[in-house]
């Protein structure tokens, strides 16, 4: 097909709730390690990786042949049988998980199952129905996951299913109770138990929070919020869930999981997109008695497949192997100062924050209002595209630019991106003085 006749058929046959990234659909035809190409062959910088996906490079060569291996010899057998792939994955996390305590495992196809699994989980253990989330969250697209998920835009059809309510999530650059951070306390935090006392009957069955909201703008909560939120929960019986798709596997830098940032033990833990490094995989995984909990029928027919489950584990050991916990602290610290020097150069620029490769900036229309910068962050994003760089785009006023490289790179990779982004963000600044340009 030619890029013409593959952008005809998406409109003609796709629902148009498939969008697109950019006013021209950007068509890619390949893609290797921190690159992609478009159906032109043009080449771009992908620091986005995909979308918070590509955690040890596109086509990655080790995870692909043990992947290829794998289908040659068995590609389906679903969870009513076992099979070592399946088991192998499961004992490996197992021994990873905060402090190991999180020992058992439940597979399936995406961060919103995942989702589904860890609120179903935590209701059986608890006895309980009702589960806090935060604002600003994203937990994923079926009814229940849009429920959790803290974000308009993103609850699709209205009215999802019953039994949520939405905490106070500590945006520091918009903290919602106009207040400063540490003068503040932490009231967001503390408010959890209000809430709780107003909102629900008193019995919860879960508090469900990104360590670094992801599709909300990768606001970075204060180190000791989650220490103080999930022990309010835990005070009126609930567990804390932690979802990680876009957190876990090294992205935060230093630790396997975005919660161990802040010294926290979820209960269970959530993961998809950086696990399989593009191979569809959901994690469910959690202390063993709650796991227990849920002894009833469910299965998965996808689940835990021996294909996924060879891409996981080899994504897990090649990040293993290749010590990539410390090349994302280090390259992700090296990131970091090329954007907070952008920062002291782009009025544009309100905010830097993130972890290790898991980078943002908020773009604003002028610091003193921080009025966010919408238009100007799509015409970023158009620019980098003409430069060849690829990078997201999020928060509840879609001003925030996400960046999420693959683990792999190498500081070269950020001053080639920091060339790129330097220039869009001159462009796009330049245009704006001029008036021609959001
Ligand atoms: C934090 C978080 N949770 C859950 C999901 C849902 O994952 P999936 O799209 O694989 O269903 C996403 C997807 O972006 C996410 O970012």
Known sequence: MTKQEIILANQRYLFPSVFHYFKEPLVIE?????????????????????????????????????????????????????????????????????????????????????NETAILAARCYTGAHEVVALRHSYHGRSALAMAA????????????????????????????????????????????????????????????????????????????????????????GGLFISDEVQTGWGRTGGKWFGIEQYGVTPDILTSAKGLGNGTPVGLTVARPEIADALAGATISTFGGNPVAATAAKAVIDFIDDHKLLINAAETGAYLRSRLEDMKARYPLIGDVRGMGLMQAIELVDDRES??????????????????????????????????????NIAKSDVDEFALLLDASLKYVSEKRLAGTAG
Request: charged share 20%; with cysteine.
């Open 30 to 114: 390949r893609a290797k390690d921190q690159f992609v190409w478009d159906a032109d062959g043009n080449q771009y910088l992908d620091f986005f990786g995909g979308i918070v996906t590509i955690s040890v490079g596109h086509c990655n060569e080790t995870v692909n042949r043990k992947v290829a291996e794998q289908m040659d010899k068995l590609q389906h057998v679903s969870t009513v049988f076992a099979n070592e792939p399946q088991a192998a994955l499961a004992e490996r996390i197992a021994a990873l998980t905060p402090g190991r305590k999180l020992t058992k495992s439940f597979f399936t196809n995406s961060g919103t199952e995942a």
């Open 149 to 236: 998920s803290g974000q308009g835009a993103w609850r699709l059809g209205g009215a999802p299913a019953s039994g949520f309510v939405h905490a106070l999530n500590a945006y520091c650059y918009r903290c919602p109770l106009g207040a400063t951070y540490p003068s503040c306390n932490v009231r967001c935090a503390r408010d959890m138990e209000d809430l709780i006392r107003t909102s629900t009957s008193g019995r919860v069955a879960a508090f469900i929070a990104e360590p670094i909201q992801g599709i909300g703008g990768f606001i970075t909560p204060p180190k000791e919020y989650f220490e103080i939120v999930a022990g309010i929960v835990k005070k009126f």
């Open 370 to 407: 921080r009025a966010p910068a919408t238009e100007a962050t799509a015409a970023l994003m158009e620019a980098s595209r003409e430069n060849r760089l690829l990078i997201g785009k999020g928060g509840m006023y879609g001003n925030v630019i996400r960046i999420t490289p693959p683990l």
